[in-house]
């Protein structure tokens, strides 16, 4: 029953460096999303993928790539990290149709120094 | 383009009063309204959502939330709050006008408002 899982939970990293947050979903769920969370800024679309082989920006994807691996895993990678990077990020997933709810994981906190 | 509202920052509530927390939208067509909430350190936790149908949606713990088109309102309420209750709550919209092209459908998220419930 484990839904969305992503990895790290926990991560510290120096201005300049890059990594890789990890996230799989066993809901057989066609579109996933990650998205960051800021103090006072709500949740801001980064990238999604509609389906296996697709993805697309969202509101705020600049410092972001990703890449849709299979259907059940979606991961964002940060090439060279900033301090304005530091963030909660969550990645999520959902069935296609609009009427469709997205269900979330647990979130990543990622502090870059 | 979507957008959402949560006016308030915060709530404050005593215990077995009941609570709203209110949220507005915008759209160009018809609103897919959620609600989600937020315990510290956590995931967010989807309760409700309206799609079509009755005006009036029940969802997990208790909460329920109204849409009303004339006022592009969705807020959400609890006829008695419990200090487990205290958490961030957020609203978010989609607009069924709104078409990626890539068959996703983007959802909106307000900044959230935190409810503290007292004992």
């Known amino acids: 029953n484990a839904g969305v899982t992503q990895t790290p939970k926990f991560q510290v990293l120096k201005t300049g460096q890059s990594m890789t947050l990890q996230c799989a979903q066993d809901?057989?769920?066609?579109?996933m999303y990650w998205y960051r969370q800021d103090p006072g800024m709500g949740l801001r679309l980064i990238y999604y993928?509609?389906?296996?082989?697709?993805?697309d920006k969202g509101e705020v994807p600049n410092g972001y790539n990703v890449s849709r691996l299979n259907k059940r895993e979606f991961s964002l990678r940060l090439e060279s990290a900033a301090p304005s990077q530091t963030s909660v990020y969550f990645c999520?997933?959902?069935?296609?149709?609009?009427?469709?709810?997205?269900?979330f994981g647990e979130g990543s906190w990622l502090t870059v120094v | 383009a979507q957008s959402v509202a949560q006016p308030e920052d915060q709530v404050n509530v005593a215990e077995g009063n009941p609570l709203t927390v209110k949220c507005t939208y915008s759209?160009?067509?018809?609103?897919?309204l959620f609600w989600y909430v937020q315990y510290p350190n956590r995931g967010l936790q989807f309760l409700l959502k309206?799609?079509?149908?009755?005006?009036l949606v029940k969802g997990s713990y208790g909460f329920e939330a109204e849409f009303n088109k004339s006022q592009t309102s969705f807020h959400l309420k609890k006829p008695s709050a419990l200090v487990s209750d205290s958490a961030l709550y957020f609203c978010?919209?989609?607009?069924?006008?709104?078409?990626?092209?890539?068959?996703?459908?983007?959802?909106?998220f307000g900044k959230g408002t935190k409810l503290s419930v007292i004992p």
């Open positions: 759209v160009s067509g018809n609103p897919y």
């Open positions: 809901m057989n769920h066609n579109s």
């Open positions: 993928s509609a389906s296996e082989g697709t993805t």
């Open positions: 999520a997933s959902s069935p296609t149709g609009s009427g469709n709810t997205i269900y």
């Open positions: 978010a919209v989609r607009d069924t006008k709104l078409y990626s092209g890539a068959g996703s459908y983007q959802l909106t």
């Open positions: 309206y799609i079509t149908g009755d005006n």
